[in-house]
């Protein structure tokens, strides 16, 4: 069973531009959940993707957004980026009230 | 709000010791889901053991158990004869009950780095 996929694994982009991280979830998860994880802030919840609607969000700009697609893969886009968007971009997947699963990351560097 | 409180950032143990990771939390909620997590360096997240609220029974997984304390919001981590396959962050995580197919937010703590030392 194929786990959480994830891509790109790095990215490096430069202030003002925009990104695109993708997530393809486990099969049969159709919830989607995307975090931000920094050294200083540690990991916060951005928001999460379920039947293709967003269900809950954390608390970020509007410059963060998402989408989740028919076949529960999932994208987030940043747009504007600043140089504190360097993070590590976590998904998680899952189905109902079980444990979430991880994918292994995008790490986005902006310069 | 809910929180999650991790008051170690850094620990060690020796190889074939066992090591006590802690975690508090806050919330007005009854029925929840308890988490720890473990982020080797290679910064894929894996579950390492999972509680519900409303279970009394502590879990356990192998090597792993909770000592869960629902009226003191207190929900540790004990890793038995620890390897050096151990060495990685722990994260605790809170997550409410959801209803309806979607999972609702992790809310982790900030970490604790485990050490193993042969």
């Known amino acids: 069973k194929a786990g959480v996929t994830q891509t790109p694994r790095y990215l490096i982009k430069t202030r003002g531009q925009q990104v695109t991280l993708s997530c393809s979830p486990i099969s049969g998860h159709r919830s989607v959940s995307w975090y931000q994880q920094t050294p200083g802030q540690g990991l916060q919840f951005l928001f999460e993707y379920f039947s293709e609607t967003q269900r809950n969000k954390g608390n970020f700009p509007g410059r963060f957004s998402g989408r989740q697609f028919s076949n529960s893969r999932s994208e987030m886009n940043v747009s504007t980026l600043e140089l504190g968007d360097s993070a590590l971009y976590l998904c998680a997947t899952g189905r109902g009230n079980t444990e979430a699963f991880f994918g292994q990351g995008t790490r986005l560097t902006v310069v | 709000a809910q929180t999650v409180t991790q008051s170690q950032p850094e620990m060690s143990v020796q190889e074939a010791e066992t090591v006590t990771l802690s975690c508090t939390y806050d919330?007005?909620?009854?029925?929840?889901?308890l988490f720890w997590y473990k982020q080797p360096p290679s910064r894929q997240m894996i579950l390492v053991i999972r509680q519900e609220a409303y279970k009394q029974q502590n879990a356990t997984e192998n090597r792993f158990s909770v000592n869960f304390q629902k009226a003191a919001k207190s929900f540790s981590l004990k890793i038995s004869d620890s390897q050096l396959g151990d060495a990685a962050m722990y994260f605790c995580?809170?997550?409410?009950?959801?209803?309806?197919?979607?999972?609702?937010?992790?809310?982790f703590g900030k970490g604790t780095k485990l050490s193993v030392k042969p």
């Open positions: 995580a809170y997550r409410s009950l959801n209803y309806g197919g979607s999972q609702g937010n992790l809310i």
């Open positions: 919330t007005s909620e009854s029925d929840y889901y």
